[in-house]
């Protein structure tokens, strides 16, 4: 392929680096939740107690040890899987390429739900897929929906889905819809590919099962990632899926870039095997379940009721629906930046097909409490002068 | 794309692997080489100074610091470039990946060396491109020979060449073909891929200078990588392009895995600023030259006659011609490892053509000067019996 859209991921960063404004852009994690003085201690114990291997090449599928450790936790989730069974790789992202590189010919179709993760778009469109985007509701990508575009595109080959607090909705798909969907994925023989790097950020309620727990004809790939749940810089993420398709996978992955990084893998796997990385989690959970619910109570108390936004229950981000014919983007350059230093993900590119203007994602997963009341008070004044 | 052509990387790997048997096979670095303490010292600094930057996401091209550096070596070499013009990469393979991504849609053609690297047959095969290859002597790619090929093939898009002591051959071009080279780049608008990670790697006599050094027209992509000159588990190499082509290939790079390990990028910056690069690679160029040295006079001592090899001025390999008819791959299955323990890489898959069955390449970087002497003269006396 020859041509690259400009990505509109980056001007999001330029906005998040500017210390005056107050951005729910990024979906980055907090830094302050990083364990700095675990990480710092197994990047020692892997470079002075085994260098020579930490920082040597590796398997390119990733380091036994590590693979091994992963299976261990998908299985605690319901999914059927040994190490044989894991690929790592750079980030979840990597699998968003690697997966749309083996499935996808130019003008096959992938279904996704409307809105999807952006990064997902901007790993397929090298590909040159057509997209064909299925409605949303609060318990999901719907099936009704779902069924008619497969009747009306049998041919259709992978169905990308973000099930859990999906980016950027934060909405999680019901367990009645995740019967339905891998019925259906049976039926006209998708691939799926359920990406779910927020999956263990849940702050109440039980878990849903994964897709892949009910995958009974190895036609799901799950990605999970370390980025959330320990630190991005580290980009170690996986997928989990039949022995055969990882081993496609693996050998796309050794053509893409041989492996990831040995030391970062071996860094992990010191960290998994000595330090509790749920009870990590459970407190990265509660430290984003506060600022959810001071975020939300700030907009019920303060937005026009004409703007709805989603109640996640886990994850960074909540998704505002402004009224019909009202432009996000628009109101962010014109007034929300300018006049009230705050920003935000306008919801326009989120959306494959018809993108619709009348929306944002908004993540408060890495303002102060201070920074969220002030920013989403802030933004509220400016809407009600505006709608 | 749907099919992947198994690697003959891994089963070389596997034998890489048994400690039974001496193997000249691997592109390894000597692990022993590795700067353990130092890298220790920066991991250290990187997470306990600025961990809460060094774990989070940055930008895809690469932290900024790290480019400046990279440029800042580069303009030592020759080449005219500043941070804008460097992209870093998950090592240099993933140039080759991104590269052919960006400028190879099926059936197009690209020309290599014969023999060429095989990890980089390995990451254009999957945008199906077709090869012509193109004749070497000791001077490198034979000018007249590409010049026939383009004369043939004048749509020719991508031109890949490993200037620098060819993996596998050992072979660097001269100025004069390099020089004749960019002409005929210039003449039939080629993009040059010039990967060069042993660069640095010189026993004796200067450098020849970069491809990338003599472009005038913004079409030559230079490769490096930290892989040798520092450790490969740190998974970092770079791009060097003009600026157009670096920002194509950094969307690219978003959408393929994000960005490179923050933390790996944020120590070998600490690296790069704390201590001299420069004294590490002149200590591991001599190590790998004591060790060409001894491999080259006990081959010279041991081998029949009719077996040619070629004498590296720098990196990690030799290359062997053997008669005619002699089938390479099939000695070392039959007699190399089982009968002696030795292990090479057989030559035919480095051809992206014709594969030619009577060559080998032969590394000396991992072996120490007992297992260089006894591989070599196991060899050297199960090759007298054969040929």
Chains 1, 2 share one sequence.
Request: aromatic residues 8%; hydrophobic residues 40%.
């Amino acid at each position: 392929m020859n041509y690259v859209k400009p990505s509109a991921i980056r001007e999001l960063l330029r906005l998040g680096a500017d210390p005056e404004i107050i951005s729910f852009g990024g979906g980055y994690p907090d830094a302050s939740l990083f364990p700095l003085e675990q990480l710092n201690e197994v990047y020692q114990r892997a470079i002075t107690e085994k260098g020579r291997d930490s920082l040597q090449y590796t398997v390119s599928n990733g380091t036994p040890r590590l693979r091994e450790q992963i299976a261990r936790r998908m299985n605690l989730d319901g999914i059927d899987c040994n190490a044989d069974n894991v690929l790592v790789l750079q980030g979840g992202q990597q699998g968003l390429d690697l997966v749309s590189k083996m499935v996808v010919d130019r003008g096959d179709i992938i279904i996704t739900e409307s809105p999807t993760f952006l990064g997902a778009l901007i790993a397929f469109n090298p590909y040159e897929p057509r997209y064909i985007d299925v409605e949303m509701d609060d318990d999901g990508m719907k099936m009704d929906d779902l069924e008619r575009v497969l009747e009306q595109n049998p041919e259709a080959k992978l169905l990308y889905t973000v099930p859990d607090f999906q980016n950027p909705s934060g909405v999680t798909m019901s367990l009645e819809r995740r019967k339905r969907l891998i019925e259906l994925a049976n039926e006209y023989d998708l691939i799926v590919l359920e990406d779910s790097p927020y999956r263990e950020l849940r702050f109440s309620g039980e878990p849903v099962p994964p897709l892949k727990s009910m995958d009974t004809e190895g036609r799901v790939i799950f990605l999970g990632s370390f980025s959330k749940i320990l630190a991005p810089g580290l980009r170690l993420g996986w997928a989990v899926a039949s022995h055969e398709l990882i081993q496609q996978l693996g050998l796309l992955k050794l053509a893409a870039d041989t492996q990831c990084s040995t030391l970062n893998m071996s860094a992990v796997s010191l960290y998994l095997d000595t330090y509790d990385i749920d009870a990590h989690i459970a407190s990265i959970r509660t430290a984003y379940r506060t600022k959810k619910d001071l975020m939300l109570e700030t907009i019920r108390r303060e937005f026009p009721a004409s703007i709805r936004f989603t109640e996640p229950s886990g994850g960074m981000f909540t998704w505002l629906t402004f009224p019909e014919g009202f432009d996000a983007g628009a109101f962010m350059r014109q007034k929300a930046v300018p006049e009230g230093k705050v920003a935000y993900v306008p919801g326009a590119p989120f959306f494959p097909v018809n993108q619709r203007a009348n929306h944002a994602r908004v993540s408060y997963s890495t303002q102060s409490d201070a920074g969220i009341v002030k920013g989403i008070e802030t933004l509220a004044r400016l809407l009600k002068a505006a709608i």
